[in-house]
């Protein structure tokens, strides 16, 4: 697989994003000193970032998952999210950190976080590697940001174009969608 020829430019190189990843792992091992702490990561796209910021954080903690889809007729998103996976430990009186890999317009954050709190955690914080700079529906209160970067489509290091490029090192810009459909269904 090239990469690099369905690819505009790089937004985020690897080495920008351990650099920055480090850094939240810092602040949370800082943050999180003496309490139970839950890193609850959003599938799919989460699962890099939290992979790398789990291995750098410095305190014991534990790992789950949750899911969210959008119902949708497939170009649009209907406004509605579904709870497709639940973690499977239970939160209650845990600090979680919510780990997602992007904000965009919030509704999955906001659709998870309604249901993280229904779960009782001890406190609830989110962490994000992307967030969008637009204005958005729905505003969370975001406590570790990785980096804001121009509303653009981007794919790589979990982010995904049609399920694929999520396994990328780096952020990027794909090529206009139409060149690209042809590229990728070459292979
Ligand atoms: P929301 O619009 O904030 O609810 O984002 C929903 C989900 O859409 C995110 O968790 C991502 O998985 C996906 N998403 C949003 N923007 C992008 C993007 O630029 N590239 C790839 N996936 C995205």
Redesign the pocket.
Known sequence: MNDRHVMEKVLLSEEEIQKRVGELAQEISRDYVGRELVLLG?L???IMFLADLSRSITLHHSLDFVGAS?YGDGTE?SGE?KITKEAALDLKGKHVILV???????????ALTQHIRSLQPASLEICVL?V?DHP?Q?ELPIRYAGFHIPD????GYG???AQRLRNLRYVGVLRPAAELEAEMGEE
């Open positions: 959003a799919k796209g989460a959008s998103s999210v997602e890999d992007i904000y965009d317009t919030g509704l999955t954050m906001e992307l969008k958005r729905f653009l489509f981007v794919v982010l995904d174009y």
